[in-house]
């Protein structure tokens, strides 16, 4: 098991340093608007202005998240869908826009693959092992597995996370590129997670992802078949479809209901089931990733403060 | 000149998103690079040289001047019209 001994999330709910954020849940508005707090206590001015919002917010959940450990990470692993579109689009629009025969050097470095990771190392200072993965939906599923493999391999405190922004052109996408109905939105969740368990009692007992997954129960089924369990044994369900059929006496969040159409929005369902058992005696919660193209993440989360 | 030396101030402002400062906030003859000055890195420095390539049609052809030219808001203004 990994126990996750600190856990922060940003996105268009007040949620940030927030405690029992599944009783602070809002619905997505039409206009969704990044909740966040002054950068600049978090952020050297000098790097605060290059830094567009998806890095400012995994820079500023990272240090919130060592300050609450209170020890450097081993390894840094970050899931994003869609990356640093403000400064992809930005370098975009400079190479189709600008006549010369130079480009802007920071809109160029920022919209490389491996930026949020990488920044977040640079401002910490810290030089152990960083990655992004880059996985659609299930970005932060292969982040989490990435960390977890960490953790087998020794680390000891590792950081995971996943962020994704909006931006405006992403809304022309839809429907031909994007099949959601739902507005995008910003977000970003980050953890710590380790084998040893300290103070903390919620753990990762295990996480998956499965391509082309045609029936979800089939799938959930066999997943939790694998630790002895069934879907009436799961007290909570974070999830983004209506596909699988959650028993009647469960608990369910439907995170889309919160954040719209985000590729790292998995993260942020860990944190609500985090909060929904750290706050209950309840033992098991189930985080159900489903996307249009048939990928499926599945994570599941023990309770062990009073079920040893 | 004077003009010329505040359109490269509200240029440089946008250029490297110092959101936090005016105009006049930046002094002519005021270090651009180091602690003493705006704090500026060598990444503003190739932002430099993107700016005068595309508003001013100059380009730094001996990258070792560059410290000289981009010392202050006087030294690049004083390049500017050496090139015209």
């Given amino acids: 098991m990994y126990y996750i001994h600190a856990i922060q999330s940003m996105n268009n709910s007040d949620v940030f340093k927030q405690e029992d954020i599944h009783q602070k849940l809002v619905e997505v508005s039409e206009n969704p608007t990044l909740v966040t707090p002054d950068f600049k206590t978090y952020i050297a001015p000098t790097a605060l202005r290059r830094l567009s919002p998806i890095l400012r917010m995994g820079i500023t959940l990272a240090k919130e998240v060592q300050a609450a450990v209170d020890q450097p990470f081993d390894a840094i692993s970050v899931g994003t869908g869609l990356g640093c579109l403000t400064d992809t689009e930005k370098f975009l629009n400079v190479i189709y826009t600008v006549e010369g025969d130079v480009l802007s050097p920071t809109a160029f470095i920022q919209s490389t693959h491996n930026t949020i990771a990488g920044q977040i190392s640079l401002d910490l200072g810290n030089h152990s092992y960083n990655m992004t993965h880059t996985q659609n939906n299930l970005s932060f599923e292969m982040a989490l597995i990435d960390g977890m493999l960490c953790c087998e391999e020794g680390s000891k405190n590792v950081l995971v996370g996943a962020a994704d922004e909006s931006i405006e052109f992403l809304n022309k996408l839809k429907p031909s590129v994007f099949d959601s109905e739902t507005l995008f939105t910003t977000s970003a969740t980050f953890l710590a997670i380790s084998a040893d368990k300290m103070e903390s009692s919620i753990a990762i007992l295990a996480c998956k992802t499965i391509a082309n997954a045609a029936e979800i129960s089939v799938e959930t089924n066999a997943f939790l078949a694998a630790f002895g369990l069934s879907l009436e044994q799961i007290n909570c369900f974070v999830l983004n479809t209506n596909e699988l059929e959650t028993p009647a006496n469960s608990e369910v969040f439907h995170i889309d209901d919160q954040l719209g159409f985000n590729q790292s929005s998995s993260a942020f369902a860990v944190h609500v089931a985090h909060d929904f058992l750290k706050s209950s005696t309840k033992e098991f919660a189930l985080i159900v990733n489903r996307s249009s193209n048939n990928y499926l993440g599945l994570i599941l989360l023990k309770n062990d403060k009073t079920h040893n | 000149m004077s003009e010329l030396k505040e359109n490269l101030k509200a240029q440089i402002i946008e250029q490297l998103n110092l959101e936090d400062l005016t105009p006049s906030d930046i002094k ?57």
């Fill in chain 2, 28 to 84: 002519n003859e005021a270090p651009l690079f180091g602690d003493e000055g705006l704090g500026l890195d060598s990444i503003d420095a190739l932002e430099f040289i993107v700016l005068l390539d595309v508003n001013y049609g100059i380009k730094i052809s001996d990258p070792s001047d560059a410290r000289e030219i981009f010392h202050s808001i006087d030294s690049l203004a004083s390049f500017i019209e050496s090139q015209k």
